[in-house]
């Protein structure tokens, strides 16, 4: 193929060419000097103006390469998307709770009986705007309708109630960390798992910590177990950090329905109340975004002599 040959310019600049070629003959040019000029066979031009001859223009115009037809109709995949977006593997009796592009080959091939590559699967959920995402994980457990009320009357209700008597909104949790718990991949050689050097000796550590609205945060650590006492001292320190009054919002841990809390909380005249929030609803409580960042930085971590990696904070 020459340099020259036409072949090798793309859609846009041959119709360009084509147009051009024309017009010049139209106005009185040889199509034998027109070809020689673009560097084509005359053969081309030629052909370009019967072409225009027949349709003007138009006929000149680049056309869109067909390429491969599709093996799935837009019918298809519509249906698939919804199948996707909808529900998940196990209520079409697949083994797995997650869609990979596997179980997505399996669907297509046992609903529209078209057989493809996963590589294959994954262009055509790219070409739904579909994209592998982390899920969000809910318990069985939870009330949609206690959660919703929450939401849209009980918060709304203690905010505003806050906002009135000039208290301040905390959010807490608690959370532990273990030396003998280790998270997260490094890079290694292939088939050669790297060994990392750590002490055998096992000790934890637990955190309480409270967060409000605004990202203002309360901190404490302890050791042993969560009690009535360590969470009533927790409270103590809050409040007089705090200076005015609080309204602490937790989950339904025992400790913190115990009577022993109950009665702290009433014997402060007000300066500290206690909202619960609905049971098996994590995601309602901005504290567990601490433990989050705690998860992250213990992954990032090294001990200074190059050893070890600090433990994982589990939320409680």
Known sequence: MRDNDGRKLDHATLEALRIRACQRIESGARAEDVAADLGLNRSTVFGWYAAYRRGGVEALRAKPVPGRPPKLTKAQMNILFAVIAGGNP????????????????QVIEKRFGVTLSVGSVGRILRSLDLSPQRPLHRATQQDPARVARWKNEEYPAIRDEAAQVGATIYFADEAGIRSDYHSGTTWAPVGRTPVVRTTGARHSLNMISAVTAKGAMHFTTFTGKMTAEVFIAYCQDLLHDDGGTVFLVLDGHPVHRSRAVREFAASTNGRLRLFFLPPYSPELNPDEWVWKNVNCAT??????????????????
């Open 90 to 105: 196990a209520q079409y009796q697949l083994e797995f709770a997650l869609w990979t592009r596997d179980l997505v080959r």
């Open 299 to 316: 992954r990032r971590w090294q001990l200074p002599n190059g050893g070890g990696r600090p433990p994982m904070a589990a939320s409680s």
